[in-house]
């Protein structure tokens, strides 16, 4: 009788877990272009929290070829290359300093341009 209730207690919950992850939704990040747009102003503005770029910045864009090189034009910025250095610190809660936000604002440049162009699809 035991292993009858300790064979059911295990097949509910191998069920349970089948059907999790037959039906559930794979985590993921994809953020769309106009969230990046705000994610850009909010750094501008310096209403970004650390947090929020950190996460930005650290995960993969992989459905949007054009937003992945946008994400990876700003790692460049805070990272540096072989060219120019990192951007420097910001205070009073920006992330960056004049500079760096001038350089991050020629990447929102870009991506508002990218925005632009994208077409626009209605559902009647």
Do not use: C, N
């Amino acid at each position: 009788m035991e292993y009858l209730i300790i064979f059911l207690v295990t097949f509910l919950v191998l069920i349970g877990v089948v059907l999790a992850l037959a039906f559930g939704k794979t985590p993921g990040y994809r953020p769309s272009r106009v969230e990046v747009l705000k994610i850009l102003q909010a750094l501008e503005s310096g209403e970004l929290a650390q947090e929020q770029w950190d996460m930005f910045l650290g995960y993969p864009i992989s459905h949007d070829p054009d937003l992945e090189e946008i994400r990876r034009d700003l790692i460049l910025i805070h990272e540096g290359d072989g060219v120019d250095l990192p951007a420097g610190s910001g205070i009073d809660g920006y992330i960056y300093d004049r500079s760096g936000r001038a350089r991050v604002l020629k990447v929102r440049e870009k991506l508002e341009l990218l925005i632009s162009k994208e077409m626009v699809y209605k559902d009647f």
